[in-house]
């Protein structure tokens, strides 16, 4: 892949200190590559994909106050995020250089996590808690919470990352909302275009917590429609009616996260995660890795 080709296809003179080797991922709204920077260190550079230009500026303008993705991310200092070095403008619209992770993504170990749960080890949502609560306390809202948006690394360290629907808490709040993000894990509020807060990060985590503690997502629609439509009609079967080993207070906390009126749920990511502590989840202090996030 020439690396004048990439230059001139993306602009921006911040591009010019990475060499580009390859693609680790690509989606609807952006490409991501392993990059080597002028330091000679390697890093993940996300670059922005031609067709999100104007639903990008459309959020930036109208839920963050103009701040783009990759200046709201370098905000936010935490362990269990993943670490953004510096951002900025290309001609399809930004760059955002992070640290490279290596290790696998939730999606592909639910089982794995599913049996560390049965051993009472909940240090990925101890970990993740922590990062929303960090997000919630920076006046964000992280809006795509799921297990495609968390790495786990070879260390056993958990982190969050994907700020490309991160919205301001204040300005959520203010105005009616869109239904992007992931359907699966979609706050009803979210599905009906209603106003929305920091709670709709408190109900992605509870449905997440379902799917890992019984296997399997309270809706297994077909497709995205089927799976909102099911998630608005639908009941959330409680936890131990698939699975006989999950202690009535675990499905407790589980039940009220989830639940669909947000006035229901808890009222903060600290106060959820002491409810699980308190319900007899292991791991919150191991969860959070200490060390210089500056």
């Given at each position: 892949m020439a690396q004048s080709f990439l230059q001139k296809l993306f602009g921006g003179k911040g591009l010019r200190k990475y060499k580009i080797?390859?693609?680790?991922?690509?989606g609807s709204m952006s490409t991501v590559y392993t990059?080597?920077?002028?330091?000679?260190?390697?890093v993940a550079l996300k670059i922005s994909n031609p067709n999100s230009r104007k639903v990008m500026d459309r959020i930036n303008r109208d839920y963050r106050s103009g701040k783009t993705e990759g200046e709201i991310a370098f905000s936010?200092?935490?362990?269990n995020i993943v670490k953004t070095y510096e951002y900025g403008p290309c001609a399809e619209g930004e760059w955002i250089s992070m640290e490279l992770m290596r290790g696998a993504l939730l999606q592909d170990r639910i089982i794995e996590v599913s049996r560390a749960m049965?051993?009472?080890?909940?240090?990925?949502?101890?970990?993740?808690?922590?990062?929303?609560?960090?997000?919630?306390?920076k006046g964000y809202v992280h809006r795509d919470f799921s297990p495609r948006n968390i790495f786990l690394l070879e260390k056993g360290v958990t982190k969050i990352f994907d700020f490309g629907l991160t919205v301001q808490i204040e300005m959520a709040r203010a105005k009616f909302g869109n239904r992007t993000g992931s359907p699966s894990y979609m706050a009803p509020e979210v599905i009906r275009r209603a106003h929305t807060d920091h709670r709709v990060d408190i109900y992605a985590f509870g449905i997440l917590l379902y799917e890992c503690l019984t296997g399997r997502k309270p809706t297994e629609g077909r497709g995205s429609l089927e799976t909102i439509m099911a998630m608005l009609n639908q009941g959330l079967t409680p936890p131990s009616q698939l699975r006989d080993d999950v202690s009535p207070a675990i499905e407790k906390v589980v039940m009220k996260a989830a639940s669909k009126l947000p006035d229901?749920?808890?009222k903060s990511m600290n106060e959820l995660l002491d409810a699980l502590e308190a319900a007899g989840a292991k791991g919150r202090a191991e969860a959070t890795p200490s060390g210089d996030m500056a």
């Open positions: 080797l390859h693609i680790l991922a690509s990059a080597e920077s002028s330091s000679y260190s390697l936010f200092r935490h362990p049965r051993d009472n080890d909940y240090k990925v949502f101890f970990a993740t808690g922590a990062a929303l609560q960090h997000i919630h306390d229901d749920r808890y």
